[in-house]
């Protein structure tokens, strides 16, 4: 059975940092395409960061550099480190991974990530 659990989110004043983390069981991130998703309610939700195999990681268009998605294999846990943290920042963000042989998807929780201005 996958289970994705994150965890590192809270309330964070503007201009701070936050660390998420996300770790699995019953699937490897490391062989298998992944992602930091985030939702605002009324709005969709939206890539933050992932890691297709084989490749760099990829930024939603917003990060600007102020975010960096990171991978401990030994742990099989994967981290997003959120800096200059904006209020527009604030939203459920979810932890998901992409089973590369069937290509089903396996979402976490969330956890909410509030920055106050």
């Known amino acids: 059975q996958v289970q994705l659990v994150e965890s590192g989110g809270g309330l964070v004043q503007a201009g701070g940092s936050l660390t998420l983390s996300c770790a699995a069981s019953g699937i490897f991130f490391n062989y298998n395409d992944m992602g930091w998703y985030r939702q605002v309610p009324g709005k969709q939700r939206e890539l933050v960061a992932g890691?297709?195999?084989?490749?760099?990681?990829n930024y939603g268009d917003f990060v600007k550099g102020r975010f960096t998605i990171s991978r401990d294999d030994a742990k099989n846990t994967v981290y997003l480190q959120m800096n200059r943290l904006k209020s527009e920042d604030t939203a459920v963000y979810y932890c998901?991974?992409?089973?590369?042989?069937?290509?089903?998807?396996?979402w976490g929780q969330g956890t909410q990530v509030t920055v106050s201005s």
């Open positions: 998901a991974v992409r089973r590369r042989s069937s290509g089903y998807e396996y």
């Open positions: 890691i297709i195999v084989g490749n760099n990681p």
